[in-house]
C-alpha cells in the first residue's frame, strides 16, 4: 500500500484522514503542484517550489514549512514509495476553519497532503499516436495563472472532449487558444518556428513550458510568444501540449483535422526527446 504525506506524518494511504472542514475540500481554497520523477529523482523541482510560492503570494497562503522539508518529503514518499517513474502530488490548503466565505489566514494551520503515483512516462501512447483535440469555449475563472485546485470547468471540457471521441480540449477565449485542460499548448508553422501565447492572468505558467522554451532556445528553434487563432491552430503543421505529467504531448488533429498526418511531428518529437535527455541531467 502507498505511504502518503498528511499534514506532518507518513501514513498508510487507507489511514491518511483530513478534516471535512479543511477549505481546501469546501472551497477549493488550495493550491498544488506536480513534480514528475524520472529514474527515481525530481524534474524541475525548483521551478515548482517557485510556483507553489508564487500561488500561494497570489492567494495569502501561508507556507509554514521551508523548502528544504518539503524537498525531503517528495524524496522520502518517492523512496519509500519506490517511484522509478511517475509524479509527486502536493496540496496545501489554507487549513481548517468554520465554513465561512470570510476567513483567517493567521489563526489557521495550513494543510499539507503528498501521495505519489507510478507511471510510464517516456514510452506513452502519447508520445508513440499523439493526441487528438477539441476546442472548447474557456468558462473558467480569471487567474488561471494561479495553480489552485478549482478543477471542475477542465475536468468537464475533458469529459466532453472524450465524449466526442479525442482525448483533450483546447480552451478557447475571443477566439484564441489559451491552454489545454492540463497542459500549454504550442503550434508549429511550416517553417519550424513553435508558437506559444504568452504568460498572463489567463493560462498557467507552466514549467515545462519555460524550461522546454529555454531548451528549444539554444537548439536554435525560432520561438514566437503570441496569441495563435482557432484557425492558425486548425492550419498548423504540427502542434504538441507541454506538462510535468507528458512532457512533451505531439497533438495529431485538432477538431478533426489532422496535422503532420495524424502522426507525431519532427518537430515535437525531437523537442520531447531533447527536453527528456536535458531534464535527466538536471535531476534532483
Ligand atoms: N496548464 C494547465 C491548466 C495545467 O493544469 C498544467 C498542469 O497541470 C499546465 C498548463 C502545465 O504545467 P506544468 O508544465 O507546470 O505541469
Redesign the pocket.
Known sequence: MRTVYVNGDYVPESEARISVFDRGFLFADAIYE?AAVLDGKLVDFPAHLR?LHRSAGELGMRVDISDDALLDIHRTLVERNGIEQGQVYMQLTRGAADRDFAFDTDAMTPGLVLFTLKKELIDTPVARNGLKVVTIEDLRWGR?DI?TTQLLY?SLAKMQAKASGADDAWLVRDGHIM??????AFIVTSEGAIITRPLSNG??H????ATLMEYAATTGVRIEERAFTVAEAHQAAEAFV????MFVGPVVSIDGINLSDGKPGPVATQLRQHYIAESRKRLL
Do not use: D, H
Not at 507552466?206 to 513550458?209: F, K
Open positions: 506536480v510556483r488561471c495553480k477542465p491552454e489545454g485542460t492540463s497542459n500549454n493560462i498557467l507552466g514549467i515545462t513550458r507541454t506538462s510535468a505529467s
